[in-house]
Every structure is written in structure tokens, then in C-alpha cells.
């Protein structure tokens, strides 16, 4: 691969002059006058800008990123594509570049543009405008067209770029996907989302990820309304597209345009994917929407293999407060012939946040309550991890003395988090750095996996905050506004590499999500919601579109998690209701901050549950099929 300095700036230059070249480059990016193909090779093809004076200006690189896939990368503060900044990109298993063309080409005015071609899905990019169009090989549909690209200094990092890009949308396009959001649309056109929000519990209580994959299709009818419900069953979505920037900033899904904004960037990056030929000459819509799926994830990882004795139902509640209410409830759970996988052990089992491990008070004898309930009971424990560290944990003097804190950026020391989230002052581990995450998993380990726990739940890992993460607060990847949102898929890698080493399958459940976190076994529910019908109603939506969005282990706290009373009629409606829903769901698991033992119900809505979870075992061949294909 070639590549050349900026012409505006050298190896001695200012970071100052450095983003200026970066804002120039864009300027040449947004309108620009010639182009020349740097390499159009079998890998790449990458390409410098000039400006009408023929100073070369930056780097645009295009690449297949598997079947019917693109992927485009612009350095913002650098001369060439870098690979080490964090994303949800691997390098696909299936990378055939036998239909791979890298094309230079001049219109009947001289007007020089290329086009890039990965089998169904072709990138013309024009010398006139310097702006992207996406189009379908088969059909020659346009999918999707850049609008609008800007570039500006980072109001909130020096030496970083803030980033918008809008695409062309018809006002009854319709979008899935975008993660999990508890507003009750599935389609999320004419919406917002601010990226940080989604980490404030006070906005989300966890029930909202802004994960940046969507779908989008158009339909032919203009008199189309916005409404998903009207789409034809065989309607095949025109493109999937994964807005790879890993920081804090918003996307709007306007009438005319779908615009991303990133505030702190040191790269563009994204991937486009649409439906290879194939699916779309067999005019079934679901064979190519799944293509559009498969793509992405074969860019993103895949989901492992679920462990069978995971697909039953999931017993939990806020909280089992010791080893003898826990014993108590899984014998009564026996006795009684309920079939339950798991049996869950909330937080502050613990004597401080960050020690990992269970107050010995509460419970005395962990080694002899897990061999009675996984070898007598048969069923498994899950045992739920915060992600913070208190200055009394047994954790802390070596977060703190190794720096595996998140930092103060304008300090350089460890952060303190808001004192609310862990009831005293404590740090947030970086689990983008290597060591960090080994040494929270070696705690792990010894405080759990030891006695045959090794299912966990990575709760409040948005990391949880109230307003926002504090000012300053800086990974080893990058200040917060850059890479913050990828917390929950690097702390499910601390997890997932620790279950690997000790020949465990990968599993666990976390409360929010990024982009490529299925790939770890990181599993996602729906978050502190409410207990109420409504909220019942927008779970629905909410799982689809974060299905699409490619996390397949999905489940919500069935009969929510906040209010609910067990001897209240309205509410034995609503649990009976939702544990018929729950149990179609991939994951089948009850939650809430109440008593959460079916037998307190009343005795008809006891019967249909036992019912439904019964029903649930029944399926388990299906279940496992459905999660090998």
C-alpha cells in the first residue's frame, strides 16, 4: 500500500498545524478536482486528493470487507489509514476478491471519478462533488448517497476532529436497528439519539444502547406512510450500514437525511453492506434482509454457540441477600419440579464494590451452596460483577497503584466516578487495557470461578453514570468522547477471554452494548424497565430492532423490573402475559425489584406460568437450532 505525507504538513509540524491539514483535507474531500488511485489492488483501493493547484491533500481508502461489502476509512489526523484505532471491525472468514474492481473512469467532460465494485454493492465516487454513492449491481438502485460531509476542530479534545456525515433519505424511507431503545418504535425515522445519553441512568435506566448499525429501505410507493407495518413480507431492504466511530456524539433520522455526528474523531470509518445478487434474483425478501444480517456480522464476529443448559429459564430478583435465602429459594424451585437453568446472585453480595468475591457474613460457605446447587438442584449460578472499585476494596490499591483506573485526562491520575453509583468514592477500571482486564479477571477468578461460578452478569457497564461520564475521564484508547461507548464491548472481552482460557463456553449478560459484542457471548436485556403494560408493549419492538442490530442473545426482566406486586390482579395479568412473550424470546429469564417466586402469585396465574416455563423446555432442540444456524 502507498501513501505520502499531507502536503501541508511534515513530520515536525504542530499539532495545531496538523488539524488544519485535517480540516483541509476534508475541505478537498467535500469539493474536489482530481483524483489519483494510489493502489487498486486485489486488497484495497486507495486513493489521494488534489486541490486545483495539484497539491496533494489526503487519503480516502475503499475496501471489501467481505460478501456484497465495502469499507471506507479516512484518516482525520494522520497521512495514512490507521488500524489501531478502536471498532467492531474484523476481518471477514469469507473474503473472496474475485469480483473486486478498483476503477478510474472520465465522463464526456473530462470529469475524472472512480467506482469500487465487492460483488452486489458498487461506490462511485465523484471528482466533482468528492461525495459517495452507493449503489446495487443487480438492480442499479441507488441505496444510499452521501450528502454532506464536514469536518471541524473538536470543541472538547485538541488534536481530534469533530465529524458529520449525512446521507440522503426519502421522507418514507424507514430504518430498523440502531440498538435497543424503549420508545416503542420500530422504525426509527424522524428520531434522535444522543450517544452519551445512553450511558445516564437517569435518562435510560439502562434500557436504552446506541448501537450504530442500521438497515434502511425505501419502499417504491411514495404514499408510503412511516408506519413499518405496511411493508411488504417480501419487501428486501436496500442497504445495512454500521457508522464505525467508537466516542460520544448523535444521529438524526431526519425526513431528508440520516446525519452522524462524532465530536471527537481521529478517523472516519464505516461499512456498507447489501444483499448479494443471488438473494435478490430469488425474490424472497427475507432470504436477502438475512443477507444484509450475515454480512454484517460476518464483519462483526458471531455469537457463539449458546450452552444448552443456558436455554431454559433464567430465576432472578433484587436480591437474594444471603446463602441461606438463596439455598432456600432453589430447593423450594426443586421440590416443587420447576425446571430452572440459572439461579441469579445480585449485587452487594460483596463487602465492597470491587472486591470481587462474597461477604463472608452473608455467605459462609460458597464452595458447599454451588455444590448443592448445580449437583442436587441442577441448576447453574450467575453472579453479578460492577465494573467499579472502591477506595476500601481489597481491588483497589492495585487499580490504583498500576493505573488501571480511568484517568483525568488534564491530570493524569486515576478518576474518581460520582460517588451515588458505588455509595463512596471508587474508580472505573479501563478495560481497554490488556493488563487491566487480565488483572479484574484473575479477582474473577479467585472470587468466584474457584467455587464453579462461572456464568456472570456485567451490570450497570454503560459504564452507569448520572449526567454524563465525568469531565476528563480518559481511557488507554482515547479520551472518553472518542471511544467511550465501546465500554460494555471491551469489559465483555475481560469476561469472554477469561471463560475461553478456562475452557468455559462464553457467556454473560450485560445492560447495555456496542457494536460487535455478540462475537465475546455478551448477551444484552432491556434494562431497569417499568412494570406496566406499555412497557411490555415496547420490549417488542425494542428486541427486534436489536436483534437486527446484531446481538442474537437478547431477553428483558419479565414483569419488569420496577413495581409489581405478586398479590395484585392487574399485575398477575401483566407477568402471566409477559412470561408468554419472554419465553419466545432468546433468552427467557424473570427479574425485578420484588419477590420473584412464581408460587406467590396467585394459584391460576402460578399454573399458566409453570405453564409457559415448561413449554419453554419443550422447545430447547429448536432453541439450539435456531442458535447453531
Known amino acids: 500500500m502507498l501513501s505520502s505525507p499531507l502536503s501541508c504538513s511534515s513530520p515536525g509540524s504542530s499539532m495545531g498545524d496538523r488539524v488544519a491539514s485535517a480540516i483541509l483535507l476534508f475541505a478537498c474531500l467535500a469539493v474536489c478536482s482530481a483524483l489519483d488511485i494510489v493502489d487498486g489492488g486485489e486488497r484495497v483501493c486507495q486513493f489521494r486528493t488534489h486541490s486545483d493547484h495539484s497539491a496533494e491533500i489526503g487519503i480516502m481508502q475503499v475496501e471489501p470487507w467481505g460478501e456484497d461489502s465495502l469499507r471506507i476509512r479516512i484518516p482525520l489526523t494522520s497521512s495514512t489509514v490507521r488500524d489501531d484505532l478502536p471498532g467492531a471491525l474484523i476481518k471477514p472468514a469469507k473474503h473472496d476478491h474475485g469480483d473486486w474492481t478498483c476503477v478510474e473512469s472520465r465522463s464526456g467532460t473530462d470529469q475524472k471519478s472512480l467506482f469500487v465494485s465487492s460483488g452486489n454493492l458498487r461506490a462511485d465516487f465523484s471528482g466533482e462533488d468528492g461525495l459517495l454513492t452507493f449503489t446495487r449491481v443487480s438492480d442499479s438502485r441507488v441505496v444510499l448517497k452521501e450528502a454532506k460531509r464536514t469536518i471541524k476542530g473538536s470543541d472538547s479534545n ?11 433519505s426519502a421522507e418514507n424511507e424507514m430504518i430498523f436497528g440502531f ?10 425515522k424522524g428520531l434522535h439519539y444522543d450517544f452519551e445519553e445512553c450511558t445516564e441512568y437517569d435518562h435510560s435506566r439502562g434500557g436504552e444502547v446506541c448501537l450504530p448499525f442500521i438497515l434502511g429501505h425505501t419502499p417504491a410507493s411514495q404514499s408510503h406512510s412511516n408506519e413499518a407495518s405496511r411493508a411488504s413480507p417480501a419487501a428486501c431492504l436496500d442497504y445495512g450500514i454500521l457508522w464505525n466511530m467508537p466516542g460520544y456524539g448523535n444521529v438524526s433520522f431526519d425526513a431528508n437525511s440520516t446525519t452522524w455526528t462524532a465530536i471527537a474523531a481521529a478517523q472516519l470509518d464505516f461499512f456498507v453492506t447489501v444483499a448479494s445478487a443471488a438473494s435478490m434474483s430469488s425474490g424472497h425478501g427475507m432470504q436477502c434482509n438475512a443477507d444484509i444480517n450475515s454480512h454484517y456480522v460476518d464483519a462483526t464476529g458471531h455469537s457463539p454457540l449458546l450452552p444448552e443448559w443456558a436455554a431454559g429459564y433464567w430465576h432472578s430478583k433484587n436480591r437474594y441477600a444471603s446463602q441461606a435465602d438463596l439455598l432456600a429459594a432453589a430447593k423450594e424451585f426443586h421440590d416443587r419440579k420447576i425446571p430452572v437453568d440459572i439461579i441469579v446472585i445480585d449485587w ?8 470481587w468475591s462474597f461477604d463472608p457474613h452473608a455467605w459462609p460457605d460458597p464452595q458447599a451452596m454451588v455444590n448443592t446447587i448445580q449437583k442436587d438442584y441442577n441448576m447453574r449460578i450467575m453472579v453479578s460483577v460492577w465494573p467499579f472499585s472502591m477506595t476500601e476494596s481489597t481491588s483497589f490499591p492495585t487499580i490504583n497503584a498500576s493505573g488501571y483506573g480511568v484517568q483525568n485526562g488534564s491530570e493524569g491520575q486515576d478518576l474518581f466516578w460520582p460517588e451515588g453509583i458505588c455509595r463512596g468514592q471508587c474508580y472505573l477500571y479501563d478495560p481497554t487495557q490488556p493488563a487491566a482486564r487480565e488483572y479484574v479477571w484473575s479477582r474473577v477468578m479467585d472470587g468466584y470461578l474457584k467455587y464453579g461460578i462461572h456464568v456472570f452478569w456485567l451490570d450497570a457497564c454503560e459504564p452507569e453514570n448520572h449526567e454524563g461520564s465525568p469531565k476528563g475521564s480518559h481511557y488507554k484508547a482515547g479520551p472518553a468522547e472518542q471511544v467511550g461507548m465501546t465500554f460494555p464491548f471491551f469489559h465483555s472481552q475481560t469476561i469472554h477471554n477469561g471463560q475461553v482460557q478456562q475452557g468455559q463456553p462464553p457467556l454473560m449478560l450485560l445492560r447495555s452494548g456496542w457494536a460487535g459484542q455478540q462475537r465475546y457471548g455478551g448477551a444484552v436485556w432491556s434494562g431497569d424497565t417499568h412494570s406496566v403494560f406499555q412497557t411490555l408493549e415496547n420490549s417488542i419492538r425494542a428486541g427486534l430492532n436489536i436483534q437486527l442490530s ?20 392487574q399485575f398477575n395479568e401483566l407477568i402471566v402475559r409477559w412470561f408468554q412473550y419472554g419465553a419466545t424470546c432468546p433468552l427467557f429469564r424473570q427479574h425485578g425489584a420484588r419477590p420473584t417466586e412464581p408460587w406467590l402469585l396467585s394459584n391460576q396465574s402460578y399454573e399458566l406460568v409453570i405453564k409457559v416455563i415448561n413449554l419453554r423446555n419443550t422447545w430447547l432442540s429448536y432453541v439450539m437450532d435456531a442458535m447453531q444456524q
Open 348 to 355: 452487594q453480595h460483596w463487602v465492597h464494590m470491587g472486591d
Open 550 to 569: 446484531g446481538i442474537a442473545w437478547w431477553t428483558t426482566d419479565i414483569g419488569g423490573y420496577a413495581g409489581g406486586n405478586p398479590k395484585d390482579a
Open 158 to 168: 485538541p488534536g481530534l476532529m469533530m465529524v458529520s456525515q449525512a446521507f440522503a
Open 179 to 188: 440498538g435497543e431503545h424503549e420508545n416503542g418504535h420500530l422504525n426509527q
